[in-house]
């Protein structure tokens, strides 16, 4: 059974919105007591919340069908339905969430507390009392909630480590942090032992601080190769390098020299990495040829700039010197770090005067509306009840629908469909450009949506 996962599709719902209620007051004495439906409750919402105790997308894995409540429809006497209860989702730090159809990053998640609500609960419909007016005194029906939100999204975590180790399969990596910290990885001597990033928490005087043994890397990682860009993410948002090279190897065409060169041009091809600090841990030191080996290399290192330990993850040789100085360097990074503040949420209104919606001629006898407010009058409007089907008609004319379906060239008879082309409402176009002046007849009867 999986014990790590760091990218899951999650399918998730929203509630719907409860109905509205189309009610008249009864009371003895008072037979016109007027309207008295009230409103259905909103949906919940599905929100996404860092948390600190959360460190891995298992459970959605196991469970990748998430959905909030239904809002509860109104009742008479003007009582008003329950809201839906929102489902709040943790997950851990530095969560970057995704559309799983197009792959549009949504956001970034980023320090303790963030929420961000990835599907809205729908609106609940409108009940009977709170459509009256002065000319419809008591509406024989109610708007229906709106459907909530629905959607595939991808979740995928960058490991928030604040030490990434790299290098070469079977290089020790398992092997030094199983010997720096608690973490137990599996070690073995056989390449790609290492499937999933183990992370270790490593303690240096009163600096503690996590360390990343990210699965080793090939030539062409960052095209893909091995492992590829799967664990190359995962040290993205590591403070520093640890290159960890293999001083004991026995292949052909390796050298500690070479195996630098590679990782770091690999590092180097996938960016985003240039600005880490680096430093080198030649390892395996208890064999004595790997020792005497980094005698010799580490010269050539130590002039490129690099800091150099010559370690030992079997017998502890080195690793109290190795783990101070990334502790240093850890505790330099935080100071220097600026206070992690949540994410951001950006609000982006709409302009001011933009247009509400538009309509297209598809062919000779066929047209097409789409925006906002129709396509959402149209989930709200309840097709089996003649006086809703006329209120929907009375929206649309006053939007400016009608106006612009005769500017298109529709005539008397001519085929309307509002929303998309696949599952949208459509309907033979009566034209009525001016309603307020129109018989509508006895209640319920409206010719202008056949």
């Not at 909030?68 to 009582?79: E, L, P, T, V």
């Not at 950006?346 to 006898?365: E, I, S």
Request: glycine letters at 12%; charged letters at 25%.
């Amino acid at each position: 059974m999986a014990d790590f996962v760091d990218q899951v599709v999650l399918h998730i719902r929203a509630g719907d919105g409860g109905n509205g209620c189309a009610s008249v007051h009864r009371e003895k004495f008072k037979p016109l007591g007027g309207p008295d439906g009230g409103n259905g409750g909103r949906g919940g919402d599905v929100i996404l919340e860092v948390d600190p105790n959360t460190a891995t997308l298992l459970d959605y894995h196991r469970r990748p069908h998430r959905k909030a409540d239904n809002g509860k429809q109104g009742q008479g006497s003007n009582r008003e339905g329950a809201n839906g209860g929102d489902v709040v989702l943790p997950v851990p730090n530095g969560t970057v969430v995704k559309d799983a159809k197009t792959g549009e990053v949504l956001i970034d998640l980023v320090g303790m507390g963030t929420r961000y609500v990835i599907a809205q609960g729908g609106h609940g419909g409108l009940g009977n009392a709170a459509l009256a007016n002065s000319k419809r005194k008591a509406p024989g029906f109610a708007l229906l909630g709106e459907p909530g939100d629905a959607l595939d999204v991808m979740l995928e975590l960058k490991s928030v480590a604040d030490v990434a180790l790299v290098g070469f399969p079977s290089a020790g990596k398992s092997s030094l942090i199983a010997a720096l910290s608690a973490a137990r990885p599996k070690i073995a001597d056989y390449p790609f032992t290492t499937l999933i990033p183990n992370l270790g928490v490593v303690t240096a005087g009163e600096t503690v601080f996590t360390v990343a043994d990210v699965p080793g890397l090939i030539p062409g990682a960052s095209q893909g190769k091995g492992l590829g860009h799967e664990f190359l993410r995962h040290v993205e948002r590591c403070d520093m390098l640890v290159h960890v090279i293999d001083c004991a190897t026995m292949e052909p065409g390796r050298d500690p020299i070479t195996d630098y060169e590679v990782i770091e041009a690999e590092l180097h091809a996938y960016g985003k990495l240039e600005d880490r600090p680096r430093m080198v841990v030649l390892n395996k030191a208890d064999v004595p040829d790997a020792r005497e080996l980094a005698d010799i290399v580490r010269a050539d290192l130590q002039e490129r700039g690099l800091k150099v330990f010559t370690v030992s993850a079997a017998t502890h040789e080195g690793l109290r010197e190795l783990t101070f100085a990334m502790g240093e360097w850890v505790a330099a990074a935080r100071a220097a770090r600026p206070v992690e503040e949540p994410t951001r949420l950006v609000l982006r209104p709409k302009q001011l005067g933009a247009a509400t919606f538009a309509v297209r001629k598809v062919n000779d006898n066929l047209f097409q509306v789409t925006g906002e407010k129709p396509e959402r009058w149209i989930r709200q409007t309840d097709f089996t009840n003649d006086e809703a089907v006329g209120y929907l008609a009375d929206r649309l004319e006053r939007l400016g629908v009608e106006e612009e379906l005769v500017k298109a060239g529709a005539t008397a008879g001519a085929e309307v469909v509002i929303g998309s082309m696949d599952d949208g409402y459509i309907f033979d176009w009566q034209p009525t450009l001016n309603a307020e002046s129109i018989n509508s007849g006895p209640r319920g009867t409206d010719n202008r949506l056949g």
